[in-house]
């Protein structure tokens, strides 16, 4: 027997027990563990060998299906070329026979029911060019005679835009202050009527007036031109005199010929009539449909340029709304100092007629002459001494009004140099008359902004 203590004897036992134990669990495991992937791997290979033989019959199949499409192709090619060598044999004007050819022929099948299209003409093609060029000179020369047979219309509707734009200003100040925009645009069309509807009132009953007085006086006028040795020298080598006492006499005659009669009277009434209310409704629904329109025609703005070009078209509606402004004060300028002169040399009727000037000197170029006229001839009416300051004044006021006032306050209001602001004025007046002296300045305000923010930068970056 071993002469070491029990203890350690029963240690060391216990240290052999457990060292066997753990060697018969790790052969266990491994034994499970080989037999885990043995399976594992004979599964995946079953399952190989199952895709393998799959691939393969779909291989197959692909090419049975290639044959038989081969052999598709040439059974419709052969029936082709017998059809066409039928075609050939029988009578051409058989009908089924020559649909079926056709049919051929056009390729047709179940997407091209009509055949498949050949290639496009050539664009270099002589018809094509030709036709291509008959047909857009007959375009054009329609749309001018389109234009030319709507220009009356197209000009309301041009007047009606451009007060509506120069209105605006005024709707959008109201709608700032909590109106709603319709409420907005009902008031401010109902101050322009007012002042139009007190306009007639101040300035309609002088006019007749003096026309009454001046066709009771006229033949006293004629008999102290007779009465002037120059004019009557005149008159014997022209005879205009005899004439002019003959429509005085008979004032009938010169309301007919100016007129037309009584019905070319009618037509010029209702004409002007009917053009007012046309641009008066055109500008109300303008007014009130603006935003809509300018968020509809930004919209045909590619996106990526929409921004930009909406910013750019306020500035030019703001402009165009700041030329409304301007005229206006410029209007007020010429209204205000007819009524102080005219209270000075006391003519009659100095509120309608400064009235009257205020309106016509909204016109560009030939306003103010217009509305210088009617007073100078007022003026001459009272006596010659007032008829003589009055041209005299107008002559100075409209070279201050044109070289001074109106360049200076346009240049505020539209930002267009005073240079450019005479030169557009000169243009618009000789191309389209009132109407182009009218939107003159705004378009070129317009012009003045597309060079400033397009063309200038881009040349600038070339």
């Not at 070491?4 to 027990?17: G, H, I, K, L, M």
Request: glycine share 8%.
């Amino acid at each position: 027997m071993s002469d070491d203590p029990p203890d350690e004897v029963e240690e060391r036992v216990e240290r052999t027990v457990e060292r066997k134990v753990d060697e018969k669990v790790e052969e266990r495991l491994d034994e499970r563990v080989d037999a885990e992937v043995s399976e594992e791997l004979d599964e995946r290979s079953g399952h190989l060998e199952h895709l393998t033989e799959r691939a393969e019959e779909a291989e197959e199949e692909a090419e049975r299906a290639a044959a038989g499409a081969e052999r598709s192709r040439e059974g419709a090619v052969e029936a082709g070329e017998a059809a066409v060598e039928a075609a050939s044999i029988v009578a051409p004007d058989d009908p089924l026979l020559d649909t079926a050819v056709r049919k051929i022929e056009a390729q047709v099948d179940e997407d091209n029911p009509f055949g498949k299209p050949g290639r496009p003409l050539s664009r270099r093609s002589p018809f094509r060019l030709g036709f291509t060029a008959a047909l857009g000179v007959a375009l054009a020369y329609g749309l001018v005679n389109a234009l030319i047979a709507v220009r009356s219309v197209l000009i309301l509707i041009l007047i009606s835009a451009f007060l509506a734009i120069g209105l605006n200003p005024a709707v959008e100040g109201l709608e700032r202050r909590g109106l709603r925009r319709s409420m907005a645009v009902g008031a401010v069309l109902v101050a322009v009527l007012l002042f139009f509807v007190g306009f007639g009132f101040a300035v309609v009953p002088p006019i007749l007036d003096q026309g009454s007085q001046f066709a009771h006086k006229a033949p006293g006028y004629v008999q102290d031109l007779q009465n002037n040795h120059r004019i009557a020298s005149l008159d014997s080598k022209y005879h205009f005199l005899a004439k002019l006492k003959t429509y005085v006499d008979k004032p009938e005659r010169l309301g007919g010929t100016l007129f037309g009669g009584v019905l070319g009277a009618g037509k010029v009434v209702l004409g002007a009539f009917f053009a007012a209310i046309t641009v008066l409704t055109l500008t109300l629904y303008l007014m009130a449909n603006l935003p809509d329109i300018k968020a509809g025609a930004y919209r045909l703005v590619p996106r990526s340029r929409r921004a930009r070009v909406g910013l750019i078209a306020d500035e030019i509606l703001n402009r165009v709304g700041g030329y409304v402004a301007g005229n206006l004060i410029i209007s007020l300028i010429a209204g205000t100092l007819t009524f102080v002169v005219l209270l000075i040399l006391h003519v009659p009727y100095a509120l309608g007629l400064a009235l009257l000037v205020a309106v016509t000197d909204l016109i560009p170029v030939v306003g103010a002459t217009l509305g210088a006229i009617i007073v100078t001839l007022v003026g001459f009416f009272v006596s010659v001494r007032t008829g003589l300051i009055a041209a005299a004044y107008y002559a100075a006021y409209q070279q201050v009004e044109n070289y001074v006032l109106y360049p200076r306050i346009m240049k505020r209001s539209v930002d267009v140099s005073p240079v450019a602001t005479v030169i557009a004025v000169l243009i618009g007046g000789s191309l389209m008359g009132v109407l182009g002296a009218l939107l003159a300045i705004p378009v070129a305000a317009a012009v003045q902004l597309v060079l400033q923010e397009v063309a200038v930068p881009r040349q600038d970056d070339s």
